[in-house]
């Protein structure tokens, strides 16, 4: 619990050395996560853990949770460290949190912190690694729910939120910053089309305006543009440590690009082009797939979650 999340009152409670003997007297409590919490006198100058500590500890029970509920009381963890804190957490915490939201299905709970930034002080422009971590985890939302309509549908709302996030000035770099614009990043392109073609592929009867043929030719030529050297794939060999980001961002581009072919047939753009980049993926990303099988990439390793994705993607 980060004390100055707590109303004022409250903290003079359980801060001010007059009070202590009041609460042994006296025990009240403070209603956090839905559950009262008795309340104890505090000595601020030595029982106060540090604030990276205290918040590392709360997410990592959070994680360790049976009860996915538990991750709801994140927006409030956060919005109690922006309080009790003179500046916003360093990028090596916030990534800390939001890949163990990620690995525990709770991309939606980051999209609400990220909505929320004014009270929890996250933004893609101070963290721009948020963006990374939670496209490839948007994807494996449908592939998770091994492609189905309802998967389908909760991966493409994730991706609609990800994307107006994006547009609104809270969450952009200022020009004069040289960042680049993650708005035109292929990986997270690529996931956009990749979602929207597999809808309109499976369920084209049912496909809202975000899955529609239209949506898919346009994704597709903004994809082509943005590819730039990426148009040949990489080498693709395994990293030593860390995730495989290789077969992580480049599995959607291959995806969408495959389905927008099948969808849109002669209507495809470039579709010499396209042809070319789904031929040259695909050989790259099974040999990459074959070199970690060689190496043992086994469940709840960097090297098997990747296999997940690739082995889990759509083939037409």
């Known amino acids: 619990m980060i004390p100055a999340a707590l109303p004022k009152p409250t903290r003079r409670l359980i801060f001010q050395t007059k009070h202590k003997q009041t609460l042994l007297d006296n025990p009240q409590t403070a209603t956090l996560g839905g559950e009262e919490i008795p309340l104890q006198w505090i000595e601020r100058r030595t029982e106060i853990p540090a604030k990276r500590k205290l918040v590392k500890e709360a997410i990592t029970l959070m994680s360790q949770s049976k009860d996915a509920g538990d991750w709801a009381n994140l927006p409030a963890l956060l919005h109690g460290l922006q309080t009790c804190s003179a500046s916003p957490p360093k ?8 890949r163990k939201a990620v690995a525990a299905g709770q991309v939606g709970v980051i999209l609400m912190c990220l909505t929320s930034h004014r009270t929890t002080d996250l933004t893609l422009a101070r963290y721009p690694a948020i963006t990374r971590l939670l496209a490839p985890a948007v994807h494996s939302t449908a592939l998770a729910g091994e492609w189905s309509e309802e998967a389908l549908h909760k991966a493409l709302t994730k991706a609609r939120t990800l994307g107006l996030l994006l547009e609104d000035p809270s969450h952009q770099s200022p020009p004069a910053s040289n960042l680049p614009d993650p708005r035109k990043d292929p990986a997270l392109i690529g996931v956009f089309l990749s ?8 369920f084209p009867s049912a496909s809202p305006a975000s899955s529609s043929r239209p949506t898919v030719a346009a994704y597709t030529t903004r994809l082509l543009a943005n590819l730039g050297p990426l148009v040949q794939p990489l080498s693709f060999a395994p990293p030593t440590h860390g995730p495989v980001w290789e077969m992580l961002e480049s599995v959607p581009i291959w995806q969408g690009l495959a389905l927008a072919q099948k969808v849109l047939g002669v209507e495809c753009p470039e579709r010499e082009k396209v042809e070319s980049i789904v031929a040259d993926y695909g050989a790259a990303l099974s040999n990459l797939a074959a070199a970690l099988e060689a190496r043992g990439g086994g469940e709840g390793t960097y090297g098997g979650e990747a296999l997940k994705v690739w082995q889990g993607a759509l083939r037409v």
């Open 91 to 98: 990028a090596v915490l916030v990534e800390f949190i939001v």
């Open 195 to 202: 979602l929207s073609a597999a809808h309109t592929h499976l």
